[in-house]
């Protein structure tokens, strides 16, 4: 069984300022982890994935996730945030074996100017 | 250009009148899968296919059928329509060989309300 948690129904912060949108996950086995983004009357966009090596993965549009296996988490992480990146969020876990992806319930940023 | 299209994209509908969502990708996908989003809980999915033939349940397959039988085309049907289905719908595809590791392409949506 594999399952994800995004603690955070909304985050708001402030233009420029970094910005954090939080996940863990459970999964036997190693993970595959995802970020996909849903911007208002859209589908959900592929960000970044993580299967394995460095834990630190680069994505679309400046946006980066630190995989951390002690904690099972992976959060999607910005150095200075803008008002284009307020859109839901949706963090994903796989596996190798798995003929599915499980998705989280989605964190609505909000970049307030 | 690489897309999944779905038809129709905003469909009201009454309980009990069978309907189809058309779902179709250009990438030469084995893999598509169908998903609801409902406010707090996220996606959920519904039936997957790894490829022409080949279906699966997903996690919340009640009410709903699938068929496979081009690789381009993936339809969902709802037999019957209940007001509990009236979501946002999405379909998606990627390679197979790992789905489960794989980026998914997603269609647009399609909000159905069924009264």
């Known amino acids: 069984a594999q399952s994800v948690a995004q603690p955070e129904d909304q985050v708001n912060v402030a233009e420029g300022n970094p910005l954090t949108v939080k996940c863990t996950y459970s999964?036997?086995?190693?993970?595959?982890l995802f970020w996909y983004v849903q911007y208002p009357n859209r589908g959900l966009q592929f960000l970044l994935k993580?299967?394995?090596?460095?834990?630190l993965v680069k994505g679309s549009y400046g946006f980066e996730a630190e995989f951390n296996k002690s904690q099972t988490s992976f959060h999607l992480k910005k150095p200075s945030a803008l008002v284009s990146d307020s859109a839901l969020y949706f963090c994903?876990?796989?596996?190798?074996?798995?003929?599915?992806?499980?998705f989280g319930s989605g964190t609505q940023l909000t970049v307030l100017p | 250009e690489a897309q999944v299209t779905q038809n129709p994209r905003y469909l009201i509908t009454v309980t009990g009148k069978k309907l189809t969502v058309t779902c179709s990708q250009n990438?030469?996908?084995?893999?598509m899968s169908w998903y609801r989003q409902d406010p707090g809980l996220g996606l959920r999915q519904i039936y997957y296919s790894m490829n022409v033939e080949v279906t699966d349940k997903g996690d919340v397959p009640e009410g709903y059928k699938v068929s496979r039988k081009e690789k381009r085309n993936f339809p969902l049907i709802l037999e019957s329509p209940s007001p509990n289905q009236t979501s946002l719908y999405f379909c998606a595809s990627s390679h197979s060989g790992t789905p489960g590791g794989n980026e998914q392409f997603f269609g647009p949506g399609t909000r159905l309300t069924v009264l």
């Open positions: 999964v036997s086995g190693n993970p595959y």
């Open positions: 994903a876990v796989g596996r190798r074996s798995a003929r599915q992806l499980t």
């Open positions: 993580y299967i394995t090596g460095d834990n």
């Open positions: 990438m030469n996908h084995e893999y």
